[in-house]
């Protein structure tokens, strides 16, 4: 069965920072394009970072850069977000999601993990 | 940076047929890719590059995309079609629209 499961979401304090993870089954990290979404509570979708097909690129939302990192470890097949210097406003439900065709990054997302939630506050 | 406008809520009574709008500029150059979120749950992705359907998303479920809309559209709308639905399309980077919610009467 092809799935993502989300972990490592919790409470942490402004200014900290947090690991999460997204293990796949039922198919290989490697030659999919992968994606980090969130959302806040009560409001939409908003694309956080991809890491492309091939590994050798990722990119990230303004709000984000130099304070999130996506990485992936094919052996273990996972994906992470490694988040820091955490705010308020990075407080949401973080949802993993794959690119639909292998080889290609700018595709649909058809493949979504069940999302884990990351509350930043004092 | 690009923008996707959804009408913020649409209602339908079952049986009938309800119409989401996603608004962009020019977005009938672009592949359009709608997701449906039940409350507390995933995104689900219902109809991908304007008009295809994932295996198992019913044939009521259908899509448009042309100038600056793009459309989806569920038909025989049943109670568990309740939900938001967010477009989404390729930019400089990824961008979803604001989201519809969808109320059956």
């Known amino acids: 069965q092809v799935q993502m499961v989300a972990s490592g979401g919790g409470v942490v304090q402004p200014g900290r920072s947090l690991r999460l993870s997204c293990t796949a089954s039922g198919f290989t990290l490697s030659g999919y394009g992968m994606h980090w979404v969130r959302q806040a509570p009560g409001k939409g979708l908003e694309w956080v970072a991809v890491i492309w097909y091939d590994g050798n690129n990722k990119y990230y939302i303004d709000s984000v850069k130099g304070r999130f990192t996506i990485s992936r470890d094919t052996s273990k097949n996972t994906l992470y977000l490694q988040m820091s210097s955490l705010r308020a406003e990075d407080t949401a439900v973080y949802y993993c999601?794959?690119?639909?065709?292998?080889?290609?990054?700018?595709?649909?997302?058809?493949?979504w993990g069940q999302g884990t939630k990351v509350t930043v506050s004092s | 940076s690009y923008v996707l406008t959804q009408p913020p809520s649409v209602s339908a009574a079952p049986g009938k047929t309800a119409t989401i709008t996603c608004g962009g500029n020019?977005?009938?150059?672009?592949?359009v890719h709608w997701y449906q979120q039940k409350s507390g749950q995933a995104p689900v992705l219902v109809i991908y590059y304007d008009i295809d359907r994932p295996s198992g998303i019913p044939e009521r479920f259908s899509g448009s995309n042309s100038g600056n809309t793009a459309t989806l559209t569920i038909s025989r709308v049943e109670a568990g079609d309740e939900a938001d639905y967010y477009c989404?399309?390729?930019?400089?980077?990824?961008?979803f629209g604001g989201g519809t919610k969808l109320t059956v009467l």
């Open positions: 020019n977005i009938g150059n672009k592949g």
């Open positions: 989404q399309v390729w930019d400089s980077h990824v961008v």
């Open positions: 999601a794959r690119d639909a065709t292998v080889g290609v990054t700018h595709d649909a997302f058809d493949i």
